[in-house]
């Protein structure tokens, strides 16, 4: 199949992941951000089956979405175990109803298959110092490695903290790739978790193409796939200006 663009470490199909995804192969990361079926936008129309369809070609997966979109389908997620999920604060509301809270936030849940410990993750540190945060007042030290539920409960202390489940990243006012784009901030902290470094990231809805700049941030490639015309020849375009794009064109 003839990508609509190529470089080095990217490569972008137009049509529907239905139709292109036999024609790939396997990656070690899905990222991607399904239309949730929400909105009156004419391409905000829930795609039935996809999380089956994207498992035959990975055993990671971040799926960004509201919890309505999850529970409203969860049967489609069958296949997958969750692993986390985390809460992306946009800083402002995106949601015009007026007998709700103001909706701020938006969800990515980590999914995966087979065992847990033949998957790659990476919880990602930052220094301690940082959102102001006090120094504790003891320092805790490597002991006999336990585990929990959840994993080993012991470590170094190395002046760092894991980041925190929710993620601040404002959401940029001006819709100029996206209305429903995401921030590549977020995008790299869940890319260096799941994905080793070198790896494939696939997108099946790569809508203004940030999973493939985040990918190159952090040293991945990436494959997309979107059915938009007009959205491909826009993310081709922002993908030719290379890896200082950060969040999007000025």
């Not at 292109?20 to 990222?31: A, K, Q, T």
């Not at 015309?229 to 890896?243: D, F, I, K, N, Y």
Request: proline share 8%.
């Amino acid at each position: 199949m003839e990508p609509y663009f190529a470089d080095q470490g990217v490569t972008l199909y137009l049509g529907d992941a239905v139709e292109v995804l036999p024609e790939l192969g396997s990656f070690d990361l899905v990222v991607t951000d399904p239309p949730y079926g929400e909105t009156s936008l004419d391409w905000d129309t829930y795609p039935t089956g996809w999380p089956q369809l994207v498992a035959r070609h990975s055993k990671s997966m971040w799926s960004f979405g509201s919890m309505r979109m999850f529970l409203d389908h969860w049967a489609d997620f069958a296949w997958w175990r969750l692993s986390q999920d985390v809460v992306w604060d946009k800083g402002r509301a995106t949601s015009p109803a007026v007998d709700r809270f103001r909706r701020v936030h938006e969800h990515a849940l980590h999914f995966y298959r087979g065992p847990w410990h033949d998957l790659y993750h990476q919880a990602p540190r930052v220094q301690q110092h940082q959102r102001g945060r006090r120094a504790p007042a003891t320092t805790r030290h490597a002991g006999p490695t336990t585990h929990s539920g959840y994993g080993p409960s012991t470590w170094v202390e190395t002046g760092t903290r894991l980041v925190e489940s929710v993620l601040y990243a404002p959401k940029d006012r001006t819709g100029t790739i996206n209305p429903t784009e995401k921030p590549v901030s977020v995008l790299e902290l869940l890319i260096r978790y799941a994905c080793p470094p070198g790896g494939t990231v696939l997108d099946v809805f790569a809508g203004s193409g940030s999973t493939a700049v985040a990918a190159r941030h952090t040293g991945r490639s990436a494959v997309l796939i979107e059915m938009r015309e007009e959205q491909c020849e826009t993310t081709a375009r922002r993908l030719s200006q290379g890896v200082l794009d950060l969040d999007g064109p000025p």
